[in-house]
């Protein structure tokens, strides 16, 4: 783990760390496998949904009890839900189940039904990060129905996990998963430190690896570098379009230019970022959704080819003019921008070095800069001092409805152009409401209609310039048994009750 | 043999700086020039220290990064230099609560988390400004914020002259304070200023270095010494082409030089 985990309540997450430690000690009713992206039985034998999404009902597993000895039933995942959607507990996840009071009605002690009061698109795929609390256990949030237990925490430098000797997984011949007696949690950040102890054994699994150490692991030992395939992660470049943000007028209007923008995209050469910076571990963006999204990705969108040329006439058809070496717009004002990404992110500054390289032929100068993350902040949320920002994007979620705070006009993390009152553009008008249309429809193939219209309404307009999609890289120790690593998070370890030790 | 030796590093001084002086007619390839299908190329005919991550020349870079940080960091160090000279020995010779308000400062001055505060202050600056006016800023941080540790010794040395009898005799002949100052207190810190300055500038040039590893300094696609030693993050790279120390070992030749350059007699002045 890169850091220390914030919390070890289940309900309360919202960092990568304490993401872990819940997949790894609690159960849910539903799991999204992580390499079928199909959504499989836990604790709930089975479910059905009802009343267009506003209602589901769910039969439960018989004879499951939490880590410290307590039965699990209906009563608990009732506790679990009230407690999520309670107010008081801010709990993260509540926001996905939409607002207003849930009502929960339990029938025996393996049965029950939940009603929203509005429809929630793709409720099923929700409760796979709903963890089941236990309603009577003194220890609360502590007992789990994971296939592990917290045992030990030495704040920065570790945690310890055992085997739950309750766990209800069996194999096929009876015998109680999981085969691991424990796991220990390294706290690390350095990652040349965390690839010396994987090659001196101290280290077995090594999840997001870099491209460089990746490529060096697999040229010591090919057997243990693991490239699970294209990620859901990608780089993006995107202008400041805030009307308010302290800038100059015609770089707005330059930045509020489709054309501009899409000349921009056009110049870029994705595949040598591909090959030069990712080692050919990434794939040129073809569009704001990665491939890796089976369902949502919409495969009628090619990753378009760099065609400079192109991009200097379509700057032209805009009044731009390319005089002696530099771009100048209608008004003679020369072409010159900067980006600002994050210092220390080496693979990030290379992109934007390439990046600038690729502009210098179409005459537009570009000045790289890297400020510390949390002066980036600042300027891409609150006060808009800057013109470019050149970011990566951690997609966790394959459905769209979890991205609504990207894409609605009206959202904080809108990045290009946040908190608008009302649609700036006719075409991010056009994306709120599909969006929402999206978001209230039930069928999931009238959704997907509806987000591949999104998809490409941002390709066409190019308001963040997706730039490359990067490989779920992994580090496996040759020394374990079934370890399949899946592009979606957890990488190496979604199937942990199931992996072990080679005799 | 200590004057072999000064005239040795001299020579090597005058060499580095001319080889980087002459970087347009004596690099093999333009500084910023990527030759994408060769990223991380091992030393050949055509790239004779190999290239860099994105495919560029590192002799190139090195010889005009040299250029940048051999050029800057002696302005940097006039710049501290001048500052020390003007606020110490003014401090030095007033006395007094002037004196004592001065050496607080200096010492509040020093006790900064400097690297921290480069940190932030560069994120205040405008964004828009060129490699080149980001390098000027760089080194013009550091000059400006370099000035508290030689004051501290230009201090020292003017108190100590401040009761000297020929300033007493000065004095008494109705020397205004003004001229007391620049006609007989600074010409004798000469050596002092002059030290000072000598050792301020591989200080600088090791600051811009630390700067360039923590990826703030000169911008991309300038190169300076302190952009070219974050390719030694990279352990196993290094070991795989010893030409990345490149960088380090003309570091390290050049502070060398100014060590053995610098006259003895005004380490003691």
Redesign the interface.
Known sequence: MRAEPKTFHPLLVTDEPSETVRYLTSGVLIRLNRVTQELEPELAVSWKTASGGRQITFQLRDGVSFSDGAPFSAEDVAFTLRAMMDPNLRSPMADSFGPGPVRVEVSGTARLTVTFPAPVAGLERLFDQVSILSAQSPKKEMAGLGPFLVAEHQPGSHLRLTRNPNYWKREASGRRLPYLDSIRLDIQQNR?TEMLRFRRGQIHLINNLDP?LFE?LAAETAAAAQDAGVSLESEQLWFNQVARAPLAAHKKTWFRSRNFRAAVSQAI?RQ?IC???FRGRAMPAPGPVSPANRFWFNAALKPAPSNPAEALRRLQAEGFELQAGLLRDRQGNPV???V?TN??N?NR??V???I??DLKPLGI?L??????FP?LLERITRNF???ACLLGLVNVDLDPSAQMNFWLSSASNHPWNPNQKSPETLWEAEIDRLMRAQAAAVEPQKRKGYFDEVQQIAVREAPSIDLVFKNALAAVSPALRNVTPAVLRPQTYWNVERIYFAK | MKNTARHLAAGILALVFSASLLAGLLSPARYDQQFRDFPNASPSRQFPLGTDELGRDRLSRLLYGSRVSLLLAPAAALLATLLAGVLGATAGYLGGSPERLAAASMDLFLSLPWLFLLVTVRATLPLNVSPLVSLGITFLLLGALGWAAPARVVRAGTAALRDSEFILAARACGCRSSRLLLRHVLPNLKPVLSAQFWISIPVFIVSEANLGLLGLGVAEPLPSWGNLLRELENYQAVLANPCRLAPLFLLVLVMGCFQAILPREDFTA
């Open positions: 040349e460089e060096r050469q040598d090959h030069v910076v010159e921008f900067s600002i210092s220390g080496r500054e290379r934007a070095a390439m600038q390289q100068r000045n790289v800069v890297t400020l510390d002066s001092q800057y013109e």
